[in-house]
């Protein structure tokens, strides 16, 4: 059998044979319908509502943050992060160029630019080791500021992304950004719930921003949060996506500009209701992961990405990694997968090659781009396996 064949058959072997199989649906088993009636039935849908406390709480208490502030998406999270994180007009932010558009979006929104770093091959996001090196070439160190001494620019901070669900290497990140006076914002849009050192991601940086996107391991629909345990960047980011509006009975009084990023009561209902199944989803997928793992054993030139012994990952999306010498076949895999109702995807374009960003600074990227060629991710929604014969009660 060709190698592309016996991709199609480990996957076909795993899956329930069902047409189509989504790369990721939402899954609503648990009290979606009660929680958002409630919202109804009170006419509490907008903007006001016990919900979004409600939310907020749990996720906070949760993630073992002090402090969570929920808001339209994850995007709008990670635009008001950066402005707290105190991202700056003209500043540069290492970025990943391995991630979706939003994250270089947000640097963007700031006025900011967008300096793309690599990846490494065992945990998909930014290599702290390669970073450090290459800091040390570029920076030059002013009042314990990095400035980039190619640009004039200053470095502000650094957006570890924490792909498919799998943890950076927080630790050795940690130092790098302390010796070069970078603000840490965590872009933890797709690990709610992964841990790295028995730690919740998006607790580590100044600033942890999640997403709760209708592809994300819980949704609200749309919306997003901004993680900290910094009293005074929550209530920063509570005013700024909040109109900046003082609290006041009746009059209006703004005292900047604001953003009207807050999340809609609806859909933190929504959200509650996902948060009581999310350690039921994190098990399904681990599960699933482990089945894709069991079944890509027996293809020569492919493996199904697992977790570094530090971290416990959410899964949220899984990962066959190519080897080097069978990246030619990606296309023919998303194909004949396609063909077959099998909703696999690529990873994403790298980010230098956009056309916005194309022009942005970077360092030798060559892990990220062999890895953008050897990425297919793989259907992984949390109810695939309870279709399978075991269900649940086989769960580890
Ligand atoms: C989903 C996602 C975002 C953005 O979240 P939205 O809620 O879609 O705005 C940001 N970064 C990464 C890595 C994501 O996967």
């Known amino acids: 059998m060709g190698f592309v064949d016996q991709v199609v058959s480990a996957l076909t072997s795993v899956l329930p044979d069902e047409e189509p199989i989504h790369l990721h649906a939402p899954v609503f088993e648990g009290k979606e319908w009660d929680y958002v009636r409630e919202c109804l039935d009170t006419g509490w849908v907008s903007s006001v509502g016990r919900f979004v406390d409600e939310f907020e709480r749990r996720l906070a208490e949760y993630t073992g943050v002090a402090h969570a502030v929920a808001v339209v998406n994850g995007t709008s999270a990670l635009h008001v992060s950066l402005i707290l994180a105190g991202v700056q007009r003209g500043d540069e932010v290492l970025v990943p160029a391995l991630t979706f558009v939003a994250t270089a979006n947000a640097v963007a929104y700031v006025g900011a630019m967008p300096h793309f770093v690599d990846s490494e091959e065992n945990t998909l996001g930014v290599d ?3 970073l450090l090196d290459y800091l040390k070439e570029i920076v030059t160190l002013k009042n314990g500021e990095a400035v980039n001494r190619f640009t004039g620019r200053r470095i502000k901070a650094v957006v570890p992304v924490h792909t498919f669900g799998h943890p950076v290497d ?8 302390a010796r070069f006076g970078l603000s840490v914002v965590e872009d933890a849009a797709e690990s709610l719930g992964s841990l790295y050192k028995d730690r919740h991601t998006g607790s580590f940086g100044q600033i942890g921003v999640l997403s709760f996107n209708g592809n994300k391991i819980v949704t609200t ?3 997003g949060a901004i993680l900290t345990n910094d ?3 929550a209530r920063r980011a509570k005013h700024l996506t909040t109109t900046a509006k003082q609290s006041h009975p009746w009059a209006f009084f703004h005292n900047e500009t604001g953003f009207n990023y807050r999340m809609p009561n609806i859909n933190a209902a929504l959200g509650c209701a996902q948060l009581e199944q999310l350690d039921v989803f994190i098990e399904r997928k681990r599960r699933l992961a482990g089945r894709y793992a069991e079944a890509f054993a027996r293809v020569k030139g492919a493996k199904v990405f697992q977790e570094q012994p530090f971290a416990r990952s959410n899964y949220w999306l899984n990962a066959l990694i190519l080897e080097p010498n069978y990246a030619q076949s990606r296309d ?5 997968t396609h063909e077959r109702g099998i909703m696999t995807r690529p990873a994403w374009t790298l980010m230098p090659k956009l056309p916005m960003y194309q022009h942005c600074p970077r360092m ?5 781009e062999a890895l953008e060629a050897r990425i297919v991710n793989l259907p992984s929604s949390a109810d695939l396996l309870i279709e399978l014969p075991g269900g649940d009660s086989h769960a580890t």
Do not use: T
């Not at 023919?332 to 004949?336: F, N, P, R």
């Not at 030798?364 to 990220?368: I, K, Q, S, Y």
């Open 128 to 130: 702290p080791e390669k």
């Open 170 to 177: 927080m630790d050795p990140l940690l130092e790098v950004a």
């Open 221 to 223: 629909g749309g919306g």
């Open 231 to 233: 009293r005074e960047i």
């Open 332 to 336: 023919a895999i998303l194909q004949a």
């Open 364 to 368: 030798d990227l060559r892990v990220a």
